[in-house]
């Protein structure tokens, strides 16, 4: 699919999200101004649960990071992916994770090649996670609710056969050609082959998805208190689960118009109102928003300083 062609069909879907919420917003408005009656208790709960899940992610980046040789100082560990997360919210097709690979190449001499495992790697396990979790909401919809999608089950089950595979029976590359896309590729599968061998890594970050997942669970669960509609835990944990399937589509900025389409329905299924469901959304997007530019900005300087050490510095440029 050309680049003009995904960001036709990401424009698309973000312009029709926006349609949306706006005719429900303006045929609705009473009912969502009574809801802005936040409880800023719940409302600071939220926040720190969604902040300790982004520092995680940090965290699991790090550890993919350390295992290439690239050691980033803390603050600028937190400001450049936090910069990272925040490019992705607002550029499609994940834009800030190229902001990022480039950043490194600059200031660390990581190669494209392994950010692109790194970048992989992750979508690879988030995958995995994500199916299971995915998987298991929809098993409880189906026990209690009656409710069954098979559509959806059949597209989790292939996900997780596919990440299982590439985890744990990754194919090898032979290096039976030349060319600079394919001797690329045949770096990330020799990384990635190689990563796969080191099981504490990634039982590591298996479970540092794991807990971000979690944590996203309770951010949501302080928010449908703050605006007054409470949900079950375990309602609000097919909600997360779902949405981190929904996370995974990356053709419009933050996965924008997918994510908030998966996180609407879902507690909608689970006897949340309409009105409700749409609030705890866009509180959910504020705040990771709001984080996300807090410490975001500051990685520009670091971005910045990056570049300008290799003008200054040739020898950076090597690698």
Known sequence: ??????????????????????????????????????SY????LAGIFLFVGLLLNCYQINLFLQKFGVRLGLFELIFVTHGMMLGNMVIPMRGGSGGFAVY??????LNYHKFGVIYGGTAILVGLVSSVMG????????????????????????????CVYLTLFTPR???????KTLNF???MNESWVGLTKDVTLLIKVTFTLILITLLQTFSLYFIYLAIGRPLSFSATLITSCLGAVAYLVPITPGSLGVFDAVIIEAPRLLGLDTTAAIMGAVWLRILSFVI??????????????????TETDPGTRKG
Request: proline content about 2%; charged content about 15%.
């Open 1 to 38: 699919m050309s680049k003009r062609r995904q960001l036709f069909i990401g424009l698309s879907v973000v312009l029709i999200f926006f349609i949306f919420i706006s005719y429900y917003l303006s045929a609705h408005w009473d009912e969502f101004y009574s809801l802005w009656r936040l």
């Open 41 to 44: 208790q719940d409302t600071i």
């Open 104 to 109: 490194l190449k600059k200031a660390h001499r």
């Open 135 to 162: 998987l298991g909401a929809l098993g409880f919809i189906a026990i209690k609710f009656r409710i069954f999608e098979p559509s959806l089950t059949l597209v989790l089950t292939a996900l997780l056969l596919g």
């Open 173 to 179: 590359f032979k290096k039976n050609g030349s060319g």
């Open 185 to 187: 590729l045949i770096r």
């Open 292 to 309: 996300c530019l807090a410490l975001g900005l500051p990685g520009l300087f670091y971005f910045f300083k990056g570049i300008r050490s």
